[in-house]
């Protein structure tokens, strides 16, 4: 709940934050941020969410990925390579407590050159 409770004023309204799988603490986050919009990560869909990471940057809105959508992007060197080119050092988000691991990572638009 700690977690919940520190990201609410970090999460402004029409945040989204993409989950790489659905579970009690997602759960708590989801009850206590309604301000938030969750999202499943598809690795095999990455151009799709960089699309859609335009759109959201466009509109204003910022993106994040929780630590299951870490782990699911890190588990393929394609996936890895696209996390590693949206994501920046500084912009994240720890709340892991020994072997309990929660941490959200901000997601930027990287626009083709």
């Not at 709940?1 to 999460?11: D, K, L, S, T, Y």
């Not at 335009?54 to 630590?67: L, S």
């Not at 912009?91 to 626009?111: A, E, G, I, T, W």
Request: with cysteine; glycine share 6%; aromatic share 14%.
């Amino acid at each position: 709940m700690r977690a919940a409770f520190a990201m609410r004023p970090v999460w402004k309204p029409g945040t989204w934050v993409y989950l790489g799988s659905f579970n009690a603490d997602t759960w708590t986050m989801f009850c206590l941020n309604p301000q938030v919009n969750f999202k499943d990560m598809d690795r095999t869909k990455l151009t799709e969410t960089g699309q859609e990471l335009q759109e959201f940057a466009r509109t204003g809105h910022e993106t994040w990925i929780d630590q299951s959508g870490v782990d699911l992007l890190k588990s393929n060197e394609g996936s890895r390579q696209w996390l590693v080119e949206h994501t920046r050092p500084g912009f994240k988000r720890d709340f892991s407590v020994n072997k309990q691991r929660l941490s959200f990572d901000r997601l930027f638009y990287k626009p083709l050159h």
